[in-house]
């Protein structure tokens, strides 16, 4: 390791990421783009840190494989998110992802909570998955089109998670005794929570109003609960109760103590030696 | 009559180990373990369908999505089949695999082509002449 002669440390994902011309965007919606693009690679990041916590100790080796695996993508995801709005915001996607304090992060609040037992893991991925779902399909034909490509082969893996993910819930939720008790407990913690994933974005409108966001986030909120209500219903849970995304969804003036100590976890090597080179 | 999964002259030691009994269809059938699902995969269209290995699972849903973790979660297939264990018909009897006698007439290699081939390669030459 050596910090001299400094290249950058990373190569981005070439053929993933679309070539573009950053200065033929409005300031103002740039700014509102790199805004929404801050929250869903957070959103990603978090979820993808939190299920690698899993890995060694899931409940059977397959499963241990497949949810470490869905891990990598959600980082996968993230690392995208946080190129693309790189690209806009000429910032360092290293710096972004791995230097920021914890209280600059923007993911949901629905995201701090800690990872807890098996059921409740499922549960959480499972709301967190179904809202991600709403929120990409309404990124899906963005007049912005690098951000509407790059969302389209994010709905591609993601829409495999939310089937593993539904297995999962379907399984522990219809399972009589301590599953379906263990998933309805958690419903009842997380379900409000969820809504933090469409807390409202600054610049939202202006994302509304050029064509980038189809639906303002509220009515994505709605979106969500009609959907997710009819599936948990249909296996007989609880449905998501009424109420409008929390404003503060995304503010951490005081950050969760949970979010702290896994803040502390995936920067604790990058944090290790300033500028080091892997 | 003889019953069926019982071969003629070769003692239960011989035989390869095979998991559990099979059914009257040769099915593994309850004798294999029920939770495991054998996988194959299709590196390319038009290639064959190759093992690729097992994965073990409760169902047939979770069997696919471990299936596809374990053996294509890097991109490496354009198709998998995912077959319960017990459904495979296993075949490992002696007498009808490894039969005792000279089977030598029945190789390709107890022919001796060469001159043949030499022969019909000339007459060829000369018909296109």
């Known amino acids: 390791m050596t910090t001299e002669a400094r290249r950058p440390t990373r190569q981005l994902i070439e053929p993933d990421l679309p070539a573009f011309d950053a200065s033929a965007l409005e300031p103002e919606l740039r700014a509102a783009i790199a805004e929404l693009l801050l929250s869903m690679a957070d959103d990603e990041f978090?979820?993808?840190?939190?299920?690698?916590?899993?890995?060694?100790?899931?409940?059977?080796?397959?499963?241990d494989v497949a949810f470490s695996s869905l891990a990598q993508d959600e980082i996968g995801h993230a690392r995208l998110f946080y190129e693309l709005r790189c690209a806009l915001t000429g910032e360092d996607p290293d710096r972004l992802a791995f230097h920021r304090q914890p209280h600059e992060y923007r993911h949901a609040q629905l995201l701090d909570w800690p990872r807890q037992g098996w059921a409740f893991t499922i549960t959480r991925r499972w709301l967190y998955d179904t809202a991600d779902a709403i929120r990409l399909a309404a990124l899906?034909?963005?007049?912005?089109a690098p951000l509407a490509e790059v969302v389209v082969k994010v709905r591609r893996e993601e829409r495999y998670h939310l089937m593993?993910?539904?297995?999962?819930?379907?399984?522990?939720?219809?399972?009589?005794?301590?599953p379906r008790g263990k998933v309805l407990s958690a419903l009842k913690q997380l379900a409000p929570a969820a809504l933090s994933v469409f807390a409202p974005?600054?610049?939202e409108q202006v994302l509304v109003d050029a064509g980038v966001l189809s639906a303002s986030m509220a009515q994505l909120a709605d979106r969500w609960r009609s959907d997710?209500?009819?599936?948990?219903?249909?296996?007989?849970?609880?449905?998501?109760?009424a109420g409008a995304p929390p404003a503060d969804g995304r503010d951490r003036a005081q950050p969760d103590e949970s979010f702290v100590w896994l803040w502390n976890e995936f920067t604790s090597v990058a944090r290790l030696e300033e500028g080091a080179q892997w | 009559m003889l019953p069926r999964n019982e071969s003629i002259g070769v003692s239960e030691e011989q035989r390869p180990v095979?998991?559990?009994?099979?059914?009257?269809?040769?099915?593994?059938?309850?004798?294999?373990?029920?939770s495991v699902w054998e996988v194959f995969r299709q590196e390319k269209g038009g290639d064959p369908m190759r093992h690729a290995g097992n994965v073990r699972a409760p169902d047939r849903e979770l069997a696919m999505h471990y299936a596809r973790e374990f053996y294509s979660r890097r991109n490496e297939s354009v198709r998998m089949w995912v077959v319960p264990r017990t459904e495979i018909s296993d075949l490992s009897d002696p007498d009808l695999l490894q039969p005792p006698l000279d089977r030598s007439f029945k190789k390709p290699g107890g022919y001796v082509m060469r001159d043949k081939l030499e022969i019909a390669k000339r007459r060829a030459g000369e018909a296109a002449e």
């Open chain 1, 46 to 63: 978090v979820i993808g840190f939190r299920d690698s916590e899993w890995t060694g100790i899931a409940p059977m080796l397959e499963e």
């Open chain 1, 201 to 203: 974005l600054p610049g």
């Open chain 1, 140 to 144: 899906a034909h963005a007049s912005f």
């Open chain 1, 164 to 178: 593993h993910l539904d297995a999962w819930l379907e399984r522990l939720g219809t399972h009589h005794g301590q």
């Open chain 1, 228 to 241: 997710a209500t009819a599936r948990l219903c249909a296996l007989n849970l609880r449905p998501i109760p």
């Open chain 2, 18 to 34: 095979s998991e559990g009994r099979r059914d009257e269809a040769g099915r593994l059938g309850p004798g294999a373990d029920p």
